[in-house]
């Protein structure tokens, strides 16, 4: 167990820095960019050419990537935070510490002042859509799995393609449509202010059942794959034949077997919210991590962008972590 | 008194395609305390038989007739309540294959303690206690702690036991056996049918035993059925069947493999001509007609045949007075005379280096294979034979020693840096005919590319002649050629591979268990085939294999190995007869054979085969050796005894006493 | 009683049954395409998804306002009228003429973008599965560094920052699904190297590249349509998802996804310029959808 997690936590910080660097070589693709960003659309072409002087951005990118990396380990003073440079730009927490994730250009403020509260918000949403979606798609994908081919199965099912067949943008339209527009039931934006008329609670509503609708259709699909592979296993056939009634033999003898493959599905779901949440809070407009990503990505704030991406990316990495932690758990062969 | 009565039961499969009839009208009744032997090819309806007295036949299966009295009820008309009530109580099954049987996730402790908690309403630490004494009852080594193992800790033979405990918990009236030993080794296998036999005069249980082996048949039932396409076609004590057969059918299974102690010189094997009708075709009347010598137009088909024959031995045949045995056919091959080595072994060794140590898959192999002879390598699983196989054919090389064909030296270069001349001289045939071809390319393709490569033609025209050639020399109309692999037979496909390997002009001919995946019916057909190929083209076949029946049947010399050494080696004639290698005698004592009268010396041995990661020192057979002399057996390696006729031994007990004793076989058995 | 049989050899009789068992060859079962319209589901799917093409087939025949041209007097009443059956959209181009015209592109870029990832894909998986050792490693590794990002990141980041075009996202579809393939294609060559049929290439001094394309590929084909269907019904819903994020396939042109998003602004006043080019979205997908669930099904039924 010590030996898999170390296994695992070692491939785990290896895919992190090499993500990180991969995402670095994609943002920082042409030097100049930098110091254009950071002096907004207004400068001067000699001002540009000064800045990336002064801060070797000419210096090849493995280079600028260890130095980025320093300043983020806090081993290297954040260079733009030099008052010489006239830039203005001022971290209250020092321009060297652990967790420097730099300076946004496009929110003028250190990144560390905007992404955690954004983090927050959409840990807040995705935490609700994932408790909606994990019992929502086990019932669905279960009672579906029990008899395949039954009328109930194919009801389920053709409801859960329906629901997977429809992206989070079309649905919140669709949804926004009929409950904020025609019904004039729930808000179509969800920005978390008081003062907008509609108490806070109703303002997640539409957002995690974007969220949750579509995500749940395509897990319930996989619990009922499993549970259909499982149900035509021999050993199902053994415990049936022993004489075990059939609801004991679905819950002592099916459930933990199938369960194993959609474990490992229902947790990646979690890294499918952190990108998911990226197109439902820009629908309703949710003050949250994704939407702030996007904003960065159209505006080209590379340093909120390298700091958002690392933070799911880390997400992502410790999900996978549990899963693998979780698998080991659930299945006898694993642990030899 | 009948414990079990099956009456003209009917059971049909309904497909989108229609309903298909699995089985057309059953009838079979089963004593107290009887065993019952059912012998039957793949696609007879056994498994359905057995899923059917169950009432377990999935959403498509249906009772569409009949009976099946039991205890008082009909489990065919049953309530669901009443079944649960029969299921794993009065009526259990122990599975074919005992690894898939177990649920992975469950201790084996709690699969166990379920049967008398749903049966006897015992409290969990009553039931297992239960458990741990039926595991004690199946020599399950230290039961109390396989309680709490998982099914993938124990190994193939141990899980089987724990499948047989489960189904005698319930102490039940009748125990249904699904081919219970297939996939075992033969020492596993026959220690778990000694087992059998053992509960079941502790327990009074009766058995309904399920297989495709006539041997295994011959040796656990009182009285046996033979089934073909879901009828039962003829039935009668268990001697009676073996000594004078009635259907046609059954006298041409006993034809097709090979008597007790028969050679290729003695006897010929006689196949029955094509295969077992698929459910969807089943002929009218006789299903058996359209394969029959007998068959007579107007009389076979014209109806269903009803049971005939005489009390205690029932026939489903209308001229089964009429037709006679046909005396064996005398054999066409004679022995060669001797000729020079081929193909030389010396020292070969192959060390996989594993995480978990080095383990010596071959360790010292030594031996020759004569030219156009058949060499035949003996041994259970985790002997070494197929690594052996896989260096010759150049799919791997050896870590040292050498392996010389035609005196080059061919163990470590593998097919890359042979010359193309040696890589069709050595070609293989392989045990699975599933997947010994390409299911996306048609059969036509396969031997094409293999001309083309091993044949070394080029031009298109004389490609296609050279395939035509080939299928006619495996007796396949050459319109085979446009075939898929699925819609062929596994002894079609199983053809085709031989094709394939004689598309250049083979010297050796590695043959790797070729007919253990086959039905009965139609290993003949390819063993014959194999044997007057390789006879006419003068190859040297190396046969693998670990059915002693075949291999006394086919081989010139045999190599006896046990984890990855040579045990024995030696003329076929000398290694059936004594003095034996321990080993040797154990696996011929264990090996089965289609004849109830031929009780052999028990020789059983203890325990598992060892670790090959971790063998002995010493003989690597010592472990499990029933006649171990004591600690030199563990410690040195055993000297080499050589007899007059070539026959070596490698064993620290003497050859006298290895010779002083009695033979496993009847003289008459071993000698033609 | 018994009737007559006419006196026969032994060798008549054995040489009739030869020739009455003659080496009866089984008819092929028919393909899992020629099965199709037994499948109900499948069949739905292949309707829409047909429907769909037909639609961007006929564009240009089609008694349809250009997908670009400005009707300002219908700008007012941008709803459904007879001029315009959709209605039109902010800039009072007709919606139904760009439903039709953007057709054109996502059912190019889709299928274009899904091909190619399975180029990429099925190469690397075949590399890993049959090679092992340090190139699976490689590719293993790569492929679980770009799979740790969450989908709709990687897309964001990456057009962001190359910026929007066709190309682009094609570019994009590879570099986030390929790994995903090559996952799979890996698992099943791993399964099939094993197999005695590559064996027996082996013994015919086969090349690594013939095993890989010519033994291993082709048996990979059953598991990969599924997968096939399923991921482009999956790219449809991303090139949507970008076009709605402003990240699509640059304006003027017609994108279903931009479409949303132009509309999502008026949704308030005009709901159903946003709903229709979304109904027309999920439809096109759900066809892919059903599609790849009817054939899975019918593949299990093998």
């Known amino acids: 167990m010590v030996g898999l997690l170390l296994r695992r936590g070692a491939a785990l910080l290896l895919t992190l820095v090499a993500a990180s660097f991969l995402v670095f070589a994609l943002t920082q693709f042409s030097p100049a960019n930098v110091a254009r960003e950071t002096l907004g659309a207004y400068a001067l072409p000699e001002q540009v050419h000064i800045l990336s002087e002064k801060l070797h951005l000419q210096d090849p990118l493995v280079v600028r990537y260890v130095r980025w990396a320093e300043v983020l380990l806090g081993l290297r003073a954040d260079p733009l935070d030099d008052p010489a440079l006239g830039l203005h730009i001022h971290d209250p927490r020092g321009a060297r510490y652990f967790g420097n994730f730099g300076y946004s250009t496009l929110f003028h403020e250190p990144v560390n002042d905007i992404i955690w509260s954004r983090l927050a918000n959409t840990a807040v949403l995705a935490g609700i859509a994932f408790a909606v979606i994990v019992p929502l798609s086990m019932l669905l994908g279960i009672l579906a799995g029990m008899r395949p081919g039954s009328r109930l199965d194919r009801v389920l099912s053709i409801l859960s393609i329906t629901m997977t067949s429809m992206p989070e943008y079309a649905l919140g339209v669709i949804l926004a449509a009929i409950f904020a527009v025609w019904l004039k039931v729930l808000p179509g934006t969800s920005p978390l202010a008081k003062g907008t008329g509609w108490p806070l609670a109703s303002q997640f509503l539409l957002p995690v059942a974007v969220l949750a609708l579509y995500d749940s259709g395509y897990v319930a699909r996989m619990v009922r794959a499993s549970m259909i592979e499982v149900l035509g296993k021999p050993y199902i056939r053994t415990a049936l034949l022993k004489g075990l009634p059939r609801r004991r033999v679905i819950l002592r003898h099916a459930l933990r077997n199938a369960m194993i493959t959609p474990f490992t599905v229902i947790l990646l779901q979690i890294n499918w919210l952190i990108g998911g949440v990226v197109v439902t809070e820009t629908v309703f407009a949710y003050p949250g991590f994704g939407r702030m990503l996007l904003q960065a990505s159209l505006f080209g704030d590379i340093a909120l962008i390298e700091a958002a991406t690392l933070v799911a990316l880390f997400v992502a990495v410790v999900t996978q972590l549990l899963s693998d932690v979780g698998y080991w758990l659930l299945d006898p062969e694993a642990r030899g | 008194m009948a414990l079990l009565e099956i009456e003209d039961l009917r059971v049909e499969y309904r497909t ?34 057995l899923m059917a007295m169950l009432r377990h036949l999935g959403p498509a299966g249906v009772i569409t007739g009949g009976a099946i009295r039991f205890e008082g009820r009909d489990l065919a008309h049953a309530s669901e309540a009443d079944l649960a009530k029969v299921r794993g109580s009065r009526i259990a099954i122990v599975y074919q294959e005992p690894a898939s049987a177990l649920n992975p996730t469950m201790t084996i402790g709690a699969q166990l303690a379920e049967v008398p908690m749903q049966h006897q309403r015992l409290p ?87 297989s495709h082996n006539l041997g295994l048949i011959a040796r656990v039932a009182d009285r046996v059925g033979v089934m073909y396409a879901g009828e039962l076609v003829e039935e009668a004590t268990a001697v009676e069947i073996f000594a004078a057969p009635r259907h046609p059918y059954t006298r041409g299974l006993l034809a097709a493999i090979p008597r007790p102690g028969a050679s290729k010189e003695t006897a010929a094997l006689l196949p029955i001509p094509g295969t077992v009708p698929s459910l969807a075709h089943r002929p009218p009347g006789c299903g058996f007609a359209p394969r029959c010598a007998h068959f007579s137009p107007g009389l076979c088909d014209a109806g269903p045949v009803a049971m005939a024959g005489t009390e205690g031995h029932r026939v489903r045949c209308l001229r089964w007075a009429e037709v006679t045995a046909a005396p064996a056919p005398p054999s066409f091959h004679r022995a060669a005379p001797p000729t020079a080595a081929l193909l030389e072994s010396r020292d070969l060794c192959k060390i996989y280096r594993l995480p978990a140590g080095a383990l010596k898959a071959n360790d010292g192999l030594d031996f020759a294979a004569l030219k156009g002879e058949v060499l035949a390598i003996v041994g259970e699983s985790g002997s070494g034979k197929s690594t052996f196989a896989r260096i010759l054919t150049g799919l791997e090389t050896a870590t040292s020693g050498s392996l010389r064909f035609a005196g080059a030296e061919i163990a470590n270069r593998t097919v890359h840096r042979r010359s193309a001349g040696e890589v069709a001289a050595i070609q293989m045939v392989f045990q699975n005919p599933d997947g010994t071809l390409n299911p996306s390319h048609a059969v036509g393709w396969a031997l094409g590319r293999a001309v083309r490569k091993l044949g070394g033609l080029r031009d298109r025209a004389k490609i296609a002649a050279r395939v035509e050639e080939l299928l006619a020399l495996v007796r396949l109309p050459a319109s085979a050629r446009h075939s898929r692999p699925r819609q062929l037979s596994g002894g079609q496909k199983q053809r085709i591979a031989i094709a394939r390997a004689f598309a250049g002009q083979p010297e050796i001919l590695v043959a790797d268990e070729p007919v253990s995946a086959l039905d009965v019916s139609v290993q003949a057909a390819v063993v014959n085939l194999l044997l007057a190929i390789q006879a006419e083209r003068g190859s040297t076949m190396v046969l693998i294999s670990h059915d002693l029946g ?34 040797t005698e154990a696996l011929l004592s264990a090996a089965p054979l289609p004849d109830p009268t031929h009780k052999p010396r028990r020789i059983r041995l203890e325990g598992e085969i060892p670790s090959p990661l971790n063998p002995p020192a010493g003989c690597r057979f010592a472990s499990r050796c029933p006649r171990k002399l004591g600690t030199v057996c563990e410690l040195t390696p055993p000297p080499l005894r050589e007899t007059a006729d070539g026959h070596l031994i490698f064993c620290h007990i003497p050859l006298e006493r290895l010779r002083a004793v009695t033979p496993v076989f009847a003289p008459e058995m071993v000698e033609p | 009683m018994k009737p007559p049989f006419p006196a026969r050899s032994a060798a008549d009789a054995a040489a009739g049954a030869v020739a009455r068992a003659a080496e009866q060859i089984d008819r092929p079962s028919p393909s899992l395409l020629a099965r199709l319209p037994s499948s109900r589901i499948a069949m739905a799917g292949l309707c829409l998804i047909l429907f769909w093409v037909l639609v961007a087939l006929l564009a240009p025949v089609l008694p349809l306002p250009s997908p670009t041209a400005q009707d300002y007097l219908a700008m007012g009443h941008p709803g459904p009228s007879a001029a315009h059956l959709l209605g039109v959209d902010t800039l009072g181009r007709d919606t139904l003429a760009r439903i039709v015209w953007g057709a054109r592109i996502v059912l190019l870029v889709a299928p274009v973008s899904v091909v190619a990832a399975y180029a990429v894909g099925c190469a690397m998986g075949l590399l890993a599965g049959y090679c092992g050792g340090w190139v699976d490693l490689l590719i293993s590794r790569l492929a679980d560094i770009i799979l740790a990002f969450p989908v709709v990141v990687l897309y964001v980041i990456l057009i962001a920052s190359v910026g929007a075009s066709a190309l682009n996202i094609v570019v994009a579809v590879i570099l986030s699904s390929a790994p995903a393939i090559s996952r799979i294609v890996r698992g099943i060559t791993l399964g099939i190297v094993r197999k005695d049929f590559v064996a027996a290439a082996h013994l015919r001094r086969e090349s690594a590249l013939h095993i890989m394309l010519i033994e291993i590929l082709p048996n990979c084909r059953g598991p990969l349509i599924t997968d096939f269907c399923l991921r482009l019904g999956y790219t449809t819903i991303m090139i949507g998802t970008l076009g709605f994020l402003g990240l699509g396939i640059p304006p003027p042109a017609p994108d279903w996804g931009g479409m949303v998003q132009e509309a999502t602004p008026m949704l308030i006043v005009f709901p159903l310029m946003a709903l229709f080019p979304a109904l027309a979205l999920i439809s096109l997908v759900l066809g892919f959808n059903l599609l790849a669930d009817g054939l899975n099904e019918l593949a299990q039924k093998d």
């Open chain 2, 16 to 49: 989108l395609r229609g309903a298909v009839t699995a089985l057309p009208g059953f009838s079979l009744t089963i004593g107290e305390g009887e065993s019952v032997g059912l012998v039957g090819e793949s696609g007879c309806g056994k498994t359905t038989l």
């Open chain 2, 124 to 210: 969990r630490a009553a039931a297992l206690a239960r458990a741990a004494e039926v595991l004690a009852d199946v020599h399950m080594p230290d039961p109390r702690a396989a309680l709490s193992r998982y099914p993938h800790q124990l190994s193939g033979g141990q899980k089987q036991r724990v499948v047989i405990a489960m189904a005698l918990l319930a102490n039940p009236a009748l125990l249904l056996l699904d081919e219970p030993t297939t996939g075992l080794d033969v020492t596993v296998e026959a220690a778990v049918i000694d087992l059998i036999g053992e509960l079941r005069a502790k327990y009074r249980t009766a058995l309904l035993y399920i």
């Open chain 2, 550 to 583: 075949l291999v006394r049947y086919l081989a010139d010399h045999v190599v006896v190995m046990y984890l990855g050494r040579v045990m024995e080696a030696g003329p076929s004639a000398a290694i059936f007869a004594p003095p034996y290698h321990p080993y």
